[in-house]
């Protein structure tokens, strides 16, 4: 963000800023939306307003056909579901005006630095904690099931762990790429990491080290080889013996097992709302699954179930940017790896940044060379 920029002389840096800020507020609903979802319809209006709006046709076609054909399977086919209306209107609605206000952002932030740093995020995350340490009443809720884990104003841990990942990869993206700052990066990741209690966060931290760092081998090498010490000595014993059982037998292997079944069985796809009424009427309960929840996983395992091989062709062009360019696919890929083992597809905020991101990458194609975060306008430097 230039010197002096304010919210009336650049809007947009209101418009991102905000946005930050309602995303995490998960718990407070006016209706039957949250806060963030109505931020982004005005948003969406804005940038609209703005001629600001910029979808790609590869995009475009293949959400439209991913949208078309789960609408078809949904409400054509004769399979029990469990609150079908949500999820189309989250799709139909909601994840687009994400993604397209996210792409108007990314080009907006191309040639500018971002207005908030580390600092804000530390801040943010303090807050998050203060939250839940003291039990603030309407923004925060007690979840039984996360067990002490942070996840203050959201619903979940994983969504506080994305958010903070991705609100942090961006600001890498337009630093210098250089030791300190891929130190900020993976400080505050682990930080996330040790407070939430997500083990899969370390998965695209390295994948970004590995594909942004620009440093030789050893030092890369290094970074890798520490984050894999404290992912075993951290959370090693979380995925060995009983605990381990539990998991490749009653949770994500059971559950892996089950989902492969049911697309061998009909190839097509089963549309919005038969995950959760499935599982939640299947003989031999899975852990994780059932009441509540609409999502196995793993995304393109759920967008596949979801919509057959169009939904697995949704997750190559938005999550891995396959017919975006090898730059948005490099942009892309460390949230693509998450997604494997995450249901990143029903966040809100994956879609918001994965259009940042795409913007990018494809802004990427100017070779434009930027200053540092914190040392003037910037933009984002070509990806290594």
């Known amino acids: 963000m230039e010197k002096g920029a304010t919210a009336f002389s650049d809007p947009m840096r209101l418009v991102l800023m905000s946005g ?3 995303l995490p507020i998960q718990f407070v609903q006016i209706g039957p939306a949250q806060l963030s979802q109505l931020w982004v319809l005005a948003a969406l209006m804005f940038v609209m307003s703005r001629n600001l709006l910029r979808p790609g046709v590869v995009e475009a076609l293949v959400y439209g056909l991913f949208l078309a054909v789960a609408l078809v399977l949904t409400f054509a086919s004769g399979y029990e579901r469990t609150k079908a209306v949500e999820q189309v209107i989250k799709f139909a609605v ?3 005006a994400f993604y397209l206000v996210g792409r108007a952002l990314g080009d907006h932030y191309l040639k500018r630095s971002l207005p908030f740093g580390y600092l804000f995020l ?4 303090a807050f998050e ?8 009443p309407v923004i925060h809720r007690y979840v039984a099931f996360m067990q002490g884990a942070l996840y203050g104003t959201f619903k979940e841990r994983n969504w506080l762990a994305i958010f903070f990942f991705l609100c942090s990869y961006l600001l890498f993206l337009q630093s210098s790429r250089d ?5 900020l990066f993976v400080a505050l990741c682990i930080v996330v990491a040790l407070l939430s209690e997500s083990k899969t966060i370390l998965i695209p931290v390295g994948v970004v080290l590995l594909l942004h760092f620009r440093a030789g081998g050893v030092l890369k090498a290094i970074a890798i080889g520490a984050g894999a010490a404290l992912f075993y000595f951290r959370f090693g014993p ?4 009983d605990l381990l059982r539990v998991r490749l037998e009653e949770e994500r ?6 989902s492969i079944d049911l697309i061998a069985r009909d190839f097509l796809g089963y549309g919005f709302g038969f995950v959760e009424a499935h599982f939640s ?10 009441a509540g929840t609409n999502s196995v996983f793993s995304s393109p395992l759920d967008l596949f179930l979801i919509a057959g091989a169009v939904g697995l062709c949704m997750w190559l062009v938005f999550f891995l940017g396959v017919g975006l360019g090898m730059r948005v696919m490099g942009m892309l890929l460390p949230v693509a790896l998450w997604s494997l083992v995450n249901p990143l597809h029903q966040s809100e905020i994956v879609y918001l940044f994965m259009g940042v991101l795409v913007s990018f990458g494809l802004g990427e194609r100017r070779q434009v060379v930027i200053a540092p975060v914190g040392r003037g306008p910037a933009s984002i430097q070509g990806a290594t």
């Open 20 to 22: 930050l800020l309602l």
């Open 94 to 96: 909601l994840y687009p």
């Open 179 to 183: 030791i300190r700052s891929a130190v």
């Open 122 to 125: 530390a801040g943010l995350l």
């Open 238 to 241: 979380e995925l060995s013996g």
């Open 129 to 136: 904690f203060a939250v839940q340490f003291f039990e603030l």
């Open 281 to 290: 009427g299947w003989w031999i309960p899975i852990r994780g699954l059932g």
């Open 253 to 258: 292997g059971l559950a892996f097992m089950q």
